[in-house]
């Protein structure tokens, strides 16, 4: 195997577990926000769930590779510069807290490195629109139109009932809501790194063409998710539980329901989404269900604006490192020196106002991002 | 440019009744186990619909 081929592989594995840590929030954060599971249980259960979820299906490993770049025109070493844009960005968004989309960091990162190494001719753009663009407007709509109903029903639906048999009620129902949105994060997102690992070898020539990915590689790219699930972000997990709104019981149940059946639904229709962009719009319906106040615009503004910018920026990224990787092993070497660097950098800055296990659920008012008009 | 339009109102369609569907189905056994005459077979009939769809949505996941 060829040396950019394995550096290639372990950035796949590297990206997938940004992913888990960056993604854990989407199933885990109202269980957490609610008390329906004790954080270090909530990012352990969500954890395993994901490993499970990257065995049960290799029908979406392929949606990465599926038309969105020109595989033909591109070497590894632009995948590998891909790569870095996307971690890159991944690790950006959440020192800020933000709950952007990993698949699309990952799309915008690769469309960027294809894009400067091999021309704009290789960069499909009218897929990008339909598979990548349009989903990323519509799906927040629809989860947060599905889980604006649901709230609306249970307040209704439980008017009468009392109220400590209503919360407990839906503890327990939570716990198995999260748990449906971790299968189908696994699902989706494990697959996505599978993808690209087994694109690559075949670009490289080590598997046939139209080759399932290996075990070894199912393996990997689950075992690398569930480890960055394990790890947790907590400071995302605190923005989706208590920044967007406060959430009881009853919202973070009818949140997760509605993002597992959105996500469920649009992959048994082999139509892509974001379970980022799900699960976040699921909690602002979740708050605009229970009453039209209860959501901080400010936070979803912010969350928003991070949405836009995830295509372009890592894009930005992904076409300097492509570029600079392209140049040959040299190139290659330095762009994963810089790579390091930064990622170590972000981490370091992290420090200063550290969120863990320990203070997720603490309540300050302001989250540590600049404030953004609106 | 093409907007896949059918999928997204499929999307929305069946996400609505197996959303708020499931969600409703959940409140209406909690209410039942925590109202006031408390009824706990119907209560549980609803939580075990709630199961049925929840596997038939794992089951569409399966590559079958």
Redesign the interface.
Known sequence: MDFIVVVVIITALAFDFTNGFHDTANAMATSIATGALRPRVAVALSAVLNLVGAFLSVEVARTISGGIVDETAISPAVIFGGLVGAILWNLVTWLFGLPSSSSHALIGGLIGATWIAAGGSAVQFGKIVEKVLVPAVASPLIAALVATVGTYLVYRITRRASERGVRSGFRHGQIMSASLVSLAHGTNDAQKTMGLITLTLITAGSLPSDADPPLWVILTAGLAIAAGTYIGGWRIIRTVGHRITDIAPQQGFAAETSAAAVILTSSHLGYPLSTTHVASGAVIGSGLGKRLAEVRWGVAGRMAVAWLVTLPAAGAAGAVAGRVADLGTVGVVAVALVGIVLAFGIYLASRRDAVGAHNVNDREPAAPVAPVAG | ????WS??G???V???L???G???L??????L????PHRPVPAYSCFAL?GVA?LY??Y????L
Do not use: K, N
Request: glycine share 14%; net charge neutral.
């Open positions: 440019m093409h907007i896949p999928e997204l499929q999307v929305l069946v996400g609505l197996a959303g708020a499931v969600v409703a959940f409140a209406a056994g909690v209410r186990l925590s109202g006031a709630c929840v949505g794992l569409t996941l399966l590559p």
